[in-house]
Each structure stands twice: as C-alpha cells, then as structure tokens.
C-alpha cells in the first residue's frame, strides 16, 4: 500500500499567505524523510483560503529541496493555458528533477468565471476544448514534433517513454473517469471533494471503459481523502474544527483563511450547524492514527486500489506534519529519520 500527499497551500488566520507557500515546501522534504511516494500541489485562485496559484512553481522549489519523492500538479487547470505552455514548463521540471514528474490536468476553473475570464478570456468556451488539449499536451510532453514544433528541452536520447512526466487525469465526476480511460492515462479521483460520493461509479466506468496505452498497459487509478491523525481521537477532532468551520461558513458564501480549532470550540456551532456537520463527521477519516489508518485500508480494498493520496487541513503546521508522520508509522513507510513522537518533535 503506497501512501502520497496533496498540499493545497491552505491560508491560516494570523499567518501571511506567503508562510502557506513555505510551509508546503517544507512539508514536501517532510514527506520524502517519512517516505511518502508522491507529493503534489494544487491550483486554485482568487481564494483567501488555498493560496496555491502555480503549482509548476511550488514544484521547482520542491524539486531543489528532495531527491526522491515523486513531484506533481494536482492540478493544473488546461483550459486557462495553452497547452505548448504547459508541456515546456514540465518538460523543464523533468530536467530539473529527471523521472520524479508528475502533470496532473484538470478541467475545473480552480476559481470563479471572472478569475477564469482573467486568466482565459475564453474561458467560456475552453473546457470544450479539453480532450483536444489533453492529446496535445501527451504529444508535446512526450518531447514529439507536433503541430510543427517542439516543446524542449527534450528527453535525452534513448530514454523511453519514461522520462517524460506522468500525465494524470484529475476529476470528481465521471467526465474525467471517461477521459482518463480514453487516452489511457492514470486517474485520480477527488474523494474529498464530495466526501466521496460517485466515487465506486467513477472508477468502475475507468476501468471498464480502459484503452490501454504504452505507458499504461493496465488501468490505475487513486483517490484523494481528507485524513487528520493525532494520538488520541479527542486531539484529532478538535483540530478537525478548523476545517468543519472553514466548509460550514463554505456553504454560505464565506470564504477566509481557516481559524485555530480553540477559536472554532470557544465559538461552538449551532444546533443547525451540528446537524449539517453529522454526516461529515460520519464519512470523515480523523482521529487516533491506528484507527485512522484502518479505515484507510478498509477504503482502499473495498475500491481496488494500491494507493491513496492523503490531504490534511490543521491550523497548525506542526500538527500536519505529525499526523503525516503517524499514518507514514501506521503504513510501514518510514525510510528516513524523521520522528513521529509529537508535533512538536515534528516541527523540529
């Protein structure tokens, strides 16, 4: 079982965004000494809350920081780019960190229509043309001639198919499950988003509906889930509180950057919130690590699959970090002589 990381860049109340940024670079050296397999970032815009508007970036200051750890968008949002663009950036990254790349492409604007208007005055129009870019990217990423031109710098020669970065389908629906299939490509599935609903359809429609391709002879998909781990299940809920009252005041159309669960407890919910926060806590892997990691593993049999992509919210970067490390013990995947003791051993 190979456990990997999505960081979203997540602002916290009292912090500027610019420590978000920092944080997710130190983290992703975290999660290589503790042996995690991937480590991707995210896109979104004009959100007080994720802060992560260029994950190529945020992944060139990875790549300076670790030597094994695979690096990956998740993900870049095509239809606000050109997809020429695209393939140099990450043909850049491979030559920066060779092999350890994945592209990770979206189709969701990550934002608002007038965000997605700045960045694409097209953007009306550009998802249509989704499929479209996804096979160019493929071609140009490949370091192929395409369209009369080259994305460079190009794959040494001789070195297959395997040093150009992996391209991953991202989605929530079974639009990219379908797309995935298509090209033959591996896919993830936003489990969080939904806390998991349309999750079994998606993945049967992928892998019933695979064409396989050179590079994946064989369907593979993940699923990211949102997971908190502490030593007692008491600490890991009331850390948990932060990012229940980021998605309560979600829902109503207040957007900030998430507060400190000891604000959220001395502020309380309603009987109302308490009532819409029932069955998210009922679907919600958060609490002690051993525990945390059996529902995990329960998860990741009952769909087929040998991987998961964990995210986790905490006001604190500490406590991230030690949850991370918690579930690395739980998993067996420790390689380095990073400590699961406490947060505090964490932040060290």
Sequence with gaps: MHLSILDQSVACA??????AL??????AAHAEALGYRRFWASEHHA??????TAPEIVMAAIAARTRRIRIGSAGVMLPHYSAFKVAEQFRVLDALAPGRIDLGVGRAPGGDMRTALALNPNAHHAADAFPQQVHDLLRWVAGERHQGTVAHPRPPEGSGVERAPEVWILGSSDYGAQLAAHFGLPYAFAYFFMDGRGVEEALH???TLYRPSERHPRPRATICVWALAANSDDEARHHALSRERWRLDRARGVLQPIAPPDEVARRGFTADELAQLEPMRRK?????ADRVAEALRALAAELQLDELVVNTWAHDPAVRRHSYALLAREFGLSTGDATASSPAAAAS
């Design 14 to 19: 009292g912090r500027g965004e610019d420590d």
């Design 22 to 27: 920092r944080d997710t670079v130190e983290l």
């Design 47 to 52: 959100l007080p809350t994720i802060v992560g």
């Design 205 to 207: 429609l992928y892998r």
């Design 284 to 288: 919600a892997f958060v609490g002690r």
